[in-house]
């Protein structure tokens, strides 16, 4: 009789101990899923952190944007980023108030604007305000469609 005990002793340790062996792997898993969730909260953060897409607008020395056309989506959020490219003079961006408030870019310097586009489909003229800039072609335009 106390010999089947024994054995039941020593199962029960034996069970025990395979049991904290089993203790071992879960935390393991638990170790791997954290970090499989940090992982993807942190894939979650990147487009946060990057925010919406940048849309270039570069005002050139020649009188002219490049490009002379973005497109956006209906209600699609950007950053705007006008970027003069002309180290000797200012250029702006006029939009009769439809994207901002008239902008002036100094020489190499860059500004930038989140802007939404309006609901509906169609187009927003900009141009350069500076004499004589938008008659010698520096214009340009927002397509909004899906
Ligand atoms: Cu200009």
């Not at 970090?35 to 990057?50: D, N, S, T, V």
């Not at 020649?62 to 956006?72: A, K, N, Q, S, T």
């Amino acid at each position: 009789m106390p010999i089947p005990m024994m054995t039941g002793a020593s199962r029960l340790t034996a069970g025990t101990s395979r049991c904290s062996g089993a203790r071992g792997r879960p935390s393991l898993a638990l170790a791997v899923l954290a970090a499989g969730m940090l992982l993807a909260l942190l894939g979650g953060c990147i487009p946060r952190a990057i925010g919406p897409r940048a849309v270039t607008i570069e005002l050139m020395p020649d009188f002219r944007y490049e490009p002379r056309e973005v497109v956006v989506r209906p209600g699609e959020t950007v950053r705007l980023v006008l970027r003069n490219r002309d180290d000797r003079l200012p250029h702006e961006f006029r939009s009769a108030q439809r994207v901002a408030p008239d902008i002036r870019v100094e020489p190499g310097q860059a500004h930038e604007l989140r802007w939404t586009a309006p609901p509906e489909p169609g187009a927003i003229a900009f141009w350069c305000g500076m004499p004589g800039h938008r008659k010698n072609g520096m214009a340009g335009r927002i397509v909004i469609r899906p």
